[in-house]
């Protein structure tokens, strides 16, 4: 049973830091590329930064380049978000997710999700 469990989310003030993390189990963690999504109340799942398999290759949404940093442990089965300079339109549900295929691998593609992390970001 594959199983993703987020961590680390909370409340920041605007311009405050905050690290998530994703602790993987149930499957080969090293041969998936991982994701992290966010989702706002009413509004869309969106993708914010993926990381290859081998942590060498990744990918972010325009709105995180320069803020966010997405890394990962294959020996612990982790993934990390590291989220600086961080603003109130940041605040959502953060979700990491696995995939096969690899960084650019759009969100219907991932195979497996987790339940998400609240962060929230005061003004």
């Known amino acids: 049973q594959v199983q993703l469990v987020e961590s680390g989310g909370g409340l920041v003030q605007a311009g405050g830091s905050l690290r998530l993390s994703c602790a993987a189990s149930?499957?080969?963690?090293?041969?998936?590329?991982m994701g992290w999504f966010r989702q706002a109340p009413g509004k869309e799942r969106d993708f914010v930064a993926a990381?290859?398999?081998?942590?060498?290759?990744?990918y972010y949404a325009d709105f995180v380049k320069g803020r966010f940093t997405i890394s990962r442990d294959n020996a612990k089965k982790m993934v990390y978000l590291q989220m600086n300079s961080l603003k109130p339109e940041d605040t959502a549900v953060y979700s990491c997710?696995?995939?096969?295929?690899?960084?650019?691998?759009?969100?219907?593609?991932?195979?497996?999700w987790g339940q998400g992390t609240q962060v929230t970001v005061s003004s």
């Open positions: 997710a696995a995939n096969k295929i690899g960084t650019m691998a759009p969100k219907d593609k991932y195979d497996y």
């Open positions: 990381i290859s398999w081998s942590g060498v290759g990744t």
């Open positions: 149930g499957l080969t963690f090293s041969t998936y590329a």
